[in-house]
């Protein structure tokens, strides 16, 4: 059987400065909207990518434009995998998110309001990873394509 | 940091509307909190009721659900309800995955959330 080579469909770069991540999801969404993703799986991709970003600027970037978010975006099969990368390190990007977010502890005040974006990553997309590379520090978000249709919740 | 976001609050017989649009992010802040304000004391004895529309907007993040969690909370703790209209299936997953349905009723809009809180059925 023939083993098709993982297929890269856009890379780019965004300064890490507040409100870049409606950049990213944007171009992201235009990317992968041919490929077969159902309009609710493509909504919870650009809520992944959007919240990753998010986390990468603020979180791993410091909110300095100088250093750039890295977006790759690849096909693998019936798998659409997006890498976000700053450069903090080991820094969790979440650096608010030590634990599960608990709605009823947040009303109660026992838990700060914040806190979410990790959780709904990890809720929107079919796989998710870290991974660090001295500096680099790398969100890869996977959402399989077509046939998804036992995980739609809607 | 400049909001996006735009909130108009209106009065009706037993409930406060809160209209939002554009983007409910951690900018927002000032313009949620505001127009809850305006809302609640316009005529506070009306205002069991706080009902969130959000049919004209586009794009909630995780630090807008931060935003609409504090609103929840501070409602709470004036024994008010709070209930929202107008989200789209996706967002409404999202508060469904919060939790947040659990404490927000949902309106598919803000004429059925009226009508059910003005005529509520018997």
């Known amino acids: ?154 | 940091m400049t909001s996006a976001c735009e909130a108009t609050t209106r009065a009706l017989p037993g409930a406060a509307v809160i209209e939002l649009s554009g983007e409910v992010d951690g900018s927002a802040a000032a313009v949620l909190t505001d127009a809850y304000e305006r809302a609640v004391t316009a005529s506070p004895e009306n205002h069991d009721t706080v009902v969130l529309d959000f049919a004209a907007v586009d794009y909630i993040n995780s630090t807008g659900i931060a935003l609409i969690v504090s609103v929840l909370a501070r409602a709470r703790a004036e024994r008010r309800k709070v209930v929202a209209s107008g989200l789209s299936p996706h967002y409404r997953e999202i508060f469904d995955i919060t939790r947040l349905s659990d404490f927000i009723e949902l309106f598919p809009d803000l004429d059925r959330a009226v009508s059910e809180l003005t005529h509520p059925a018997a």
């Open chain 1, 1 to 154: 059987m023939t083993q098709v080579a993982p297929r890269r469909l856009d890379t780019f770069t965004l300064a890490s400065e507040p409100g870049n991540e409606r950049l990213a999801l944007a171009r992201v969404a235009g990317t992968v909207k041919d490929l077969g993703l159902s309009d609710a799986r493509l909504e919870r991709l650009k809520t992944a990518v959007a919240e990753a970003t998010m986390n990468a600027i603020e979180h791993g970037n410091g909110n300095r434009p100088e250093i750039p978010v890295e977006v790759a975006v690849t096909q693998d099969g019936d798998e659409i995998i997006v890498a976000i990368t700053d450069q903090g390190g080991e820094v969790n990007p979440g650096a608010d998110e030590h634990e599960e977010p608990d709605l009823i502890r947040k009303l109660d005040g026992d838990q700060s309001p914040r806190g979410w974006g990790l959780f709904l990553i990890r809720n929107m997309v079919d796989a998710m990873d870290i991974t660090t590379d001295g500096q680099r520090h790398t969100i890869w978000l996977t959402m399989r394509t077509g046939g998804a249709a036992h995980d739609e919740r809607m």
